[in-house]
């Protein structure tokens, strides 16, 4: 892509109403606008990220065999009615008239939706396991929306619901989602960290949060500093393997974690002061087990093995890709701008000519842009006719991890710089080795 083509609205002032980095970072760096209170567009770059950042989450949730469709953000009152939540769910939920004076309602969450889909189906239970799971936008009218797309009013979800025979297969379900969750944070650059979550009214031990530790969180946490060191499973593992899976979860629910409702102060009083991490967090997936909450009014049921009917017991699992955007550049940012991890920049290489009109900048860097498109290779090319120092800003505003930099008494001698966003490392190499260092 080149810059003067492209849309990139970088903003030199620091907005006054971003309370934090990352909120500062994004309307600065052009990746969204303010609509209204709590509602964001995704300019290009912004949408660059989120789509990789659901590239990655969609490739998790395949792995552990769920399996993606798509409900409408609308939804109608009366199957919120049959759950007996219309009235529950209060001011969160935006409600809608259509022109017929039927009750509509823009979802916040699907529960209600996608046990009316398994039901009209789903008949016995050699059809189960089964875990659906969609990438949608969701409204809630949150009192305080706040710090960009960290909380807003219409956000991404990405919600996944199982559905089994049992508790002992739930359990399961609970467990892939586990271990899916663990490994997409990590791809996406994250430390996340499972805690014992509040499971409200419905009671039970099935619920975590997924944190990540950052100052400006809006959750107290507690937990041990094991975590900061327990090994994500790999690649390779297995989601059919219940007892792995089970095992992989019970390494990281064991170590003391739990969010400020679920704290106990008596086991935490217990752990070595220096094993203790109480600390902010920001809650970017939750995953939960609710039985047959959904399954038994809605009347989604199963014949079973012995020919009886049986509700189903399911599970919720959410996660935030618009605030787990907010939530690596928490993580990942310096006084300069953003870092991304690789995994999610919005381009792999940022190729500066640092003096356009400049015939042999100009032929280094046709050549270098046209060399990195053909091998694939995402780059953002800044053929502006702008000072050298806004270009370099803009670059590291913009945080794509590598930079190559092209200037006239380099591109005679037949060189380029090579500069690494995150180490802010240089290195000069000739222009034939740049290919080869940037892939
Ligand atoms: P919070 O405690 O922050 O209000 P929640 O517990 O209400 O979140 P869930 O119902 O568990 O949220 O939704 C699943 C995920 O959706 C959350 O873990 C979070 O990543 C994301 N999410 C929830 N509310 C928002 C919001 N207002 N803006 C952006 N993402 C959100
Ligand atoms: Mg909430
Ligand atoms: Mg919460
Ligand atoms: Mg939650």
Not at 5 to 22: C, D, G, M, Q, W
Request: proline fraction near 5%; charge should be negative; hydrophobic fraction near 40%.
């Amino acid at each position: 892509m080149r810059l003067s083509r492209y849309f990139l609205p970088i903003l030199k002032e620091t907005p006054k109403e971003a309370e934090i980095v990352s909120h500062r970072l994004m309307l600065r760096a052009g990746m969204i606008r303010q609509q209204a209170a709590g509602l964001y567009s995704f300019l290009p770059l912004g949408k660059r990220v989120l789509d990789k950042v659901c590239a990655i989450i969609r490739e998790e949730q395949n792995r552990s065999g769920a399996i993606e469709l798509l409900m409408p953000t609308i939804q109608s009152a009366d199957l919120w009615r049959e759950s007996g939540r219309y009235e529950d769910y209060g001011k969160e939920m935006l409600r809608i008239e259509d022109r017929h004076g039927r009750d509509l309602l823009y979802g916040p969450t699907n529960e209600e939706m996608i046990t009316d889909i398994f039901r009209s189906y789903v008949r016995t239970y050699k059809d189960l396991p089964l875990n659906l799971y969609h990438l949608q936008w969701k409204f809630r009218d949150e009192v305080r929306p706040r710090f960009g797309v960290m909380r807003s009013r219409e956000f991404l979800m990405k919600d996944a619901y199982s559905f089994d025979l049992d508790y002992d297969n739930s359990k399961i379900a609970y467990d892939r989602m586990f271990v899916a969750y663990l490994r997409t944070f990590e791809r996406c650059g994250l430390k996340a960290i499972p805690m014992r979550a509040d499971t409200g009214p419905i009671g039970g031990e099935l619920s975590h949060e997924f944190i990540v530790l950052a100052s400006t969180g809006e959750s107290e946490v507690f937990c041990h500093r094991d975590y900061l060191d327990l090994a994500v499973p790999c690649e390779g593992v297995d989601f059919d393997d219940a007892a792995g899976l089970a095992e992989i979860v019970k390494a990281w629910t064991t170590p003391y974690a739990a969010t400020d409702e679920m704290h106990e102060t008596a086991t935490w009083d217990q752990l070595a002061e220096d094993d203790k991490l109480a600390a902010r967090g920001i809650e970017v997936g939750h995953i939960f087990h609710f039985g047959t909450k959904y399954s038994e009014p809605m009347k989604a049921v199963v014949t079973g093995p012995d020919g009886k009917d049986v509700p189903v017991h399911m599970g919720s699992y959410g996660i935030g890709p618009s605030r787990l955007l907010a939530a690596i550049i928490e993580a990942s940012h310096d006084e300069n701008g953003i870092i991304w991890p690789k995994s999610v920049a919005p381009f792999d290489v940022g190729l500066i000519n640092m003096k356009p009109g400049d015939a042999d900048c100009d032929a280094a860097c046709e050549d270098l842009y046209r060399q990195m498109q053909a091998a694939g290779i995402d780059v953002l090319y800044d053929d502006q006719d702008t000072r050298a120092g806004a270009k370099f800003a803009s670059m590291d505003l913009i945080g794509l991890p590598m930079q190559v930099i092209v200037g006239p008494r380099g591109a005679k001698a037949g060189e380029a710089e090579i500069k690494l966003r995150a180490t802010g490392e240089r290195q000069s190499l000739p222009l034939s080795s740049v290919l080869a260092r940037v892939q």
